[in-house]
């Protein structure tokens, strides 16, 4: 099940202790293609065992009030964390290292059946750029 984003101070330690990426999904609730890929892709990879020491995945709502920590540790909300990072589209999926730092982005969707593996080579590319900085 795909966790919604609470506490990325914390997501952040335990991906630097196991220098895995942080995968954030941003979507809007009337989005369908954001349903599309939560179900076909982010709902079975969150609940495979050889994904959670792989990447720690959460999901943030564009324009949700819902409380959350940052990466510094302060207090934010979902809609702040976005704009943050400039989400402006939706799916977007960033992979972010320990600090918050993007390593990596997938836009939008073209071909659902192939969105799984692009995904898997972009959470294998930003592991390889957090082993060679950590």
């Known amino acids: 099940m795909l966790m919604n984003a609470k506490d990325f101070f914390i997501d952040g330690q335990i991906a630097k202790q196991k220098q895995i990426p942080i995968l954030v999904m941003f979507s809007e609730p009337s989005c369908p293609y954001c349903e599309l890929v939560k179900q076909e892709v982010l709902n079975s990879m969150s609940g495979l065992v050889e994904y959670k020491n792989k990447v720690i995945i ?3 709502f564009y324009s949700s009030l819902m409380e ?5 540790g302060h207090s934010s909300n979902h809609s702040q964390f976005s704009f943050t990072y400039g ?3 939706y799916p977007t999926l960033l992979l972010l290292d320990h600090n918050g730092k993007v390593l990596g982005k997938k836009i939008g969707v073209v071909l659902i059946e192939t969105y799984w593996t692009e ?3 972009l959470i294998e590319q930003a592991t390889k750029q957090l082993k060679a900085i950590l």
Do not use: A, K
Not at 68 to 72: C, M
């Open 87 to 89: 989400v402006n589209f």
């Open 68 to 72: 959350i920590v940052n990466f510094s």
């Open 119 to 121: 995904l898997d080579t």
């Open 58 to 60: 959460r999901h943030v």
